[in-house]
């Protein structure tokens, strides 16, 4: 068992530092998600983001952060419950970790991902030849109107992990694309989902999209459109510096050459194609 971290991680293809570390990473991601699932962690909550799509979806892309939220509001929700099952989950395979909690200072509520008041945030890390650390938030006052669904995951044994639904996951991604708040910064791995989405023909659950953005913007849910959303979007577009969004995503993808058509037309082509789950 001590060397199935390593087995895991022989699963990657590893040609320099900036791979092995993303595929560390991922390694970790996995080996807490299971360490959650044996804590009962799911029956309260569900994954969803980057690494979710990443783990589940086979999104091209790594993703260093693990993203939960809540079925439903519970501000007297620990996190912190779950982290002898975690412990337990790295010790059987030989990893010893360190978990702490990180204090919000007032800026991070701008420039996180909606970082609310409500939202802790954790990081669990290890010591390799450096450390290597993975932050895990956790929404404990979550828009709702979302589903959610178990997708199997065979290392480092086989479980089930609650997930958001594909089209869920495509609103909180356009949710964070179009309205999230960096000071001049972007996030180009944002964008790339937002291409994979398309390519792939995802459809987009607007009934959570609204209630997104209705929380983060404190709008009123009925005024929120899908009309005033993709003006939004396209507005978004035009006013983003295409090469910071590639010089961001670089480092998490291997085939780079993919990046060449990006620009602001290719990014207002594929938000017309945009298709919205039919509202019940």
Same mark, same amino acid.
């Given at each position: %068992?001590?060397?199935m971290?390593?087995?895991?991680?022989?699963?990657?293809?590893?040609?320099?530092?900036?791979e092995?570390?993303? /595929?560390?990473?991922?390694v %970790?991601?996995q080996?807490?998600?299971?360490g959650?699932?044996r804590?009962?962690? &799911?029956?309260?909550?569900? #994954?969803? =983001? =980057?690494?979710?799509?990443?783990i589940?979806?086979?999104?091209?892309?790594f993703? *260093?952060?693990?993203?939960?939220?809540?079925?439903?509001?519970?501000d007297?929700?620990n996190?912190?419950?779950? &982290?002898?099952a975690?412990?337990?989950?790295?010790?059987s395979?030989g990893? *010893?970790i360190?978990i702490?909690?990180?204090?919000?200072k007032?800026e991070?509520?701008? +420039?996180?991902? #909606?970082?609310?008041? !409500?939202?802790?945030?954790?990081?669990?890390?290890?010591?390799?030849e450096?450390?290597v650390?993975?932050?895990? +938030?956790?929404?404990?006052?979550?828009p709702?109107?979302? !589903?959610?669904e178990?997708?199997?995951?065979l290392?480092?044994?086989? &479980?089930? $992990?609650?997930?958001? $639904?594909?089209?869920?996951?495509? /609103?909180?991604?356009?949710h964070?694309?179009?309205?999230?708040?960096w000071? =001049?910064?972007?996030?180009?791995?944002?964008? #790339?989902?937002? *291409?994979w989405?398309?390519k792939?023909?995802?459809a987009?659950?607007?009934?959570?999209?609204?209630e997104?953005?209705?929380?983060?913007e404190?709008?009123?849910?009925? $005024?929120?459109?899908? *009309?005033? #959303?993709?003006?939004?979007?396209? $507005?978004?577009?035009q !006013?983003?510096?295409?090469?910071?969004?590639? /010089?961001d995503?670089?480092?998490?993808i291997?085939?780079?050459?993919?990046?060449?058509?990006?620009?602001?037309?290719y &990014?207002?082509?594929?938000?017309?194609?945009?298709?919205?789950?039919?509202?019940?």
């Open positions: %068992m001590s060397n971290f390593d087995q895991m991680l022989s699963r990657y293809e590893i040609r320099t530092k900036d092995k570390l993303n /595929a560390t990473h991922e %970790m991601q080996i807490t998600l299971a959650l699932f804590g009962g962690f &799911f029956n309260h909550a569900a #994954f969803y =983001g =980057g690494a979710c799509l990443r589940f979806h086979k999104l091209p892309r993703s *260093e952060d693990m993203d939960f939220s809540l079925l439903k509001k519970d007297s929700f996190l912190e419950n779950y &982290f002898d975690v412990y337990s989950e790295f010790k395979l990893r *010893e360190n702490d909690k990180k204090e919000k007032t991070s509520h701008i +420039e996180s991902a #909606f970082l609310k008041d !409500n939202t802790d945030i954790y990081n669990l890390k290890f010591q390799t450096k450390t650390k993975i932050k895990i +938030e956790v929404d404990k006052d979550p709702l109107q979302f !589903n959610s178990n997708k199997l995951l290392h480092p044994f086989s &479980f089930m $992990t609650r997930c958001y $639904t594909l089209p869920c996951l495509y /609103a909180g991604k356009m964070v694309l179009v309205y999230r708040k000071r =001049g910064r972007v996030k180009g791995r944002d964008w #790339f989902d937002f *291409e989405y398309a792939n023909n995802a987009l659950d607007f009934n959570h999209l609204r997104r953005i209705a929380q983060s404190n709008s009123d849910k009925m $005024t929120i459109t899908t *009309e005033h #959303f993709m003006q939004q979007l396209k $507005t978004k577009i !006013n983003t510096d295409i090469n910071q969004v590639k /010089a995503v670089i480092p998490f291997k085939n780079t050459n993919e990046l060449e058509i990006w620009s602001t037309d &990014f207002l082509q594929l938000a017309d194609m945009i298709q919205f789950l039919p509202e019940k």
